[in-house]
T-cell receptor, first 114, second 115 residues
Framework: DGGITQSPKYLFRKEGQNVTLSCEQNLNHDAMYWYRQDPGQGLRLIYY???????QKGDIAEGYSVSREKKESFPLTVTSAQKNPTAFYLC?????????????FGDGTRLSIL | AQSVAQPEDQVNVAEGNPLTVKCTYS??????LFWYVQYPNRGLQFLLK??????LVKGSYGFEAEFNKSQTSFHLKKPSALVSDSALYFCAVRDMGGATNKLIFGTGTLLAVQP
């Protein structure tokens, strides 16, 4: 079945540690996105990528980094510079850009601080 | 600035009654609007979208939404609620600022359907 796989489902970070969240899709989608979800705030865009080897900052990129070396993969690194990383992180993809197809979401990674 | 507002944090409805989850938007130009549903500890699932055409859009699981340009609203509706409809619902509008499919999300409305 086609879809988006996020791993791990739960992740714990120690002080000063970088952690990487995995996002893989087999939908052959060009565009991929990372969101952060906090209670009562909806989803906020961290980074997005419209094509391999290219990505742009979203609304809350500080303290995060991404790479897009392969079409199917868009990992997110939460760096030690992100002082409040506890949140639910969602990865999404869409067929392409500049069209009106919906985004498809993975089941998220919940990140907590030890 | 483009934005989406969901004025109700929570909507309570009895099973079998009609439900409405409200959404208003502010965009320049014609809006592209979406509704998603999220169950606990899961990702968002696409329900329906409005791009152009008929103001009443039908989607998954018996949901529909009515686009009202004069009121800048896109309310989600269902004629008869089920307990299994209890979830978090998000309205979103496409960011018209560039050639991307970036979405701007509302803060979500928790729908609670009582048996």
């Amino acid at each position: 079945d086609g879809g988006i796989t996020q791993s791990p489902k739960y992740l714990f970070r120690k002080e000063g540690q970088n952690v990487t969240l995995s996002c893989e899709q087999n939908l052959n989608h060009d565009a991929m996105y990372w969101y952060r979800q906090d209670p009562g705030q909806g989803l906020r865009l961290i980074y997005y990528s419209q094509i391999v080897n290219d990505f742009q900052k979203g609304d809350i990129a500080e303290g995060y980094s991404v790479s897009r070396e392969k079409k199917e993969s868009f990992p997110l690194t939460v760096t030690s510079a992100q002082k409040n990383p506890t949140a639910f992180y969602l990865c999404a993809s869409s067929i392409g850009t500049d069209n009106n197809q919906p985004q498809h979401f993975g089941d998220g990674t919940r990140l907590s601080i030890l | 600035a483009q934005s989406v507002a969901q004025p109700e944090d929570q909507v309570n409805v009895a099973e079998g009654n009609p439900l409405t989850v409200k959404c208003t938007y502010s965009v320049s130009g014609n809006p592209y609007l979406f509704w998603y549903v999220q169950y606990p500890n899961r990702g968002l699932q696409f329900l329906l979208k409005y791009i152009t055409g008929d103001n009443l859009v039908k989607g998954s699981y018996g949901f529909e939404a009515e686009f009202n340009k004069s009121q800048t609203s896109f309310h989600l509706k269902k004629p008869s609620a089920l307990v299994s409809d209890s979830a978090l619902y998000f309205c979103a509008v496409r960011d018209m600022g560039g050639a991307t499919n970036k979405l701007i999300f509302g803060t979500g409305t928790l729908l609670a359907v009582q048996p």
